[in-house]
């Protein structure tokens, strides 16, 4: 095996899109890959010092939207180019803005699937950014990407996985195997 310095390689990590309004109402969004579940009903984020996390100063409230192969061009255009410089960046985007059900927060329907949040806590806050502990209070799902149970189906979305070793994305394929239960064949 070969040894490599510690760096940001945690994998798989979901790219993200986070929606938010700026001060007058303009719909923002950035790109992230650094989340995770925190609970149940619950996601953690670590934030930079971004248009979003100025945003999210003023307004707990945002959304998240689960990028995909169709959606990759634009996802990466809102990571790569600041809010803080391009007002209404979203508008070059192309994506179809709407409020969010329980949210004063703007859901991008473009995509597939959207969370609902709010944030809770906020913790390390420094210049330099903070992570975020957010409450998750509705999931939208287009009807189209529902399986036959009416669940989500994730083969159906075409997700995206962030490859941070390349600095490249890739798509999460083919269902493999059945969680909590595959293994229970070696007890």
Not at 49 to 70: G, K, M, W
Request: include cysteine; proline fraction near 5%.
């Amino acid at each position: 095996m070969k040894n490599f310095n510690p760096k940001p390689w945690f994998m798989p990590q979901a790219v993200l899109v986070i929606g938010t309004y700026d001060a007058d109402g303009t719909p923002n969004a950035m790109n992230a890959a650094w989340s995770g579940q925190w609970d149940n009903d619950k996601i953690m984020i670590s934030m930079g010092s971004h248009q979003t996390t100025v945003n999210l100063n003023t307004n707990p409230d945002f959304t998240i939207a689960f990028a995909t192969t169709e959606t990759l061009v634009a996802a990466d255009y809102v990571g790569v180019v600041s809010g803080k410089k391009v007002k209404d960046k979203v508008a070059k985007t192309g994506w179809n803005v709407e409020k969010g059900e329980q949210v004063n927060a703007p859901v991008f329907t473009d995509f597939p699937m959207t969370m609902e949040c709010r944030i809770e806590r906020k913790i390390d806050e420094s210049e330099t950014g903070y992570y975020i502990v957010a409450k998750i209070l509705n999931i939208r799902v287009k009807e189209e990407y529902l399986a036959e149970d009416g669940k989500p189906d994730l083969e159906k979305m075409h997700l995206l996985t962030f490859d941070p070793v390349h600095l490249g994305y890739l798509e999460i394929g083919k269902r493999v195997g059945n969680a909590f239960k595959d293994g229970t064949q070696l007890k």
